[in-house]
Nanobody
Framework: QVQLVESGGGLVQAGGSLRLSCAAS????????MGWFRQAPGKEREFVAV??????DYADSVKGRFTISRDNAKNTVFLQMNSLKLEDTAVYYC??????????????????WGQGTQVTVSS
């Protein structure tokens, strides 16, 4: 059974940093595209970042501030978040992209999801 567990969320002041982790079990993610999404209160879940075998891509709102990376030996994906803003407050989810299902930017293209970790940015 595939399981993704996010960790590293918390409360941080604006301008601060957090590093999220997503540990996978029951599945080797080395050849998968892995994505991070987020959902703020009252809003739809939105794409944040993705990493595959060729590189990474980011939502415009986080470019230059967030960095996605992976450690295949640990079967883990990370999201380093710097210069956090109030609008980054959300529950953050990692997910495994379903091979052949198309766009990295749409949540419907992802097969497995973690339970989410809360990130709260305060002023």
């Amino acid at each position: 059974q595939v399981q993704l567990v996010e960790s590293g969320g918390g409360l941080v002041q604006a301008g601060g940093s957090l590093r999220l982790s997503c540990a996978a079990s029951g599945h080797i993610i080395a050849m998968d595209a892995m994505g991070w999404f987020r959902q703020a209160p009252g809003k739809e879940r939105e794409f944040v970042a993705v990493i595959d075998w060729s590189g990474s891509d980011y939502a415009d709102s986080v470019k230059g501030r967030f960095t996605i990376s992976r450690d295949n030996a640990k079967n883990t994906v990370f999201l380093q978040m710097n210069s956090l803003k109030l609008e980054d407050t959300a529950v953050y989810y990692c997910a495994i992209h379903r091979k052949g299902s198309g766009s990295y930017f749409h949540e419907g293209s992802y097969e497995y999801w973690g339970q989410g970790t809360q990130v709260t940015v305060s002023s």
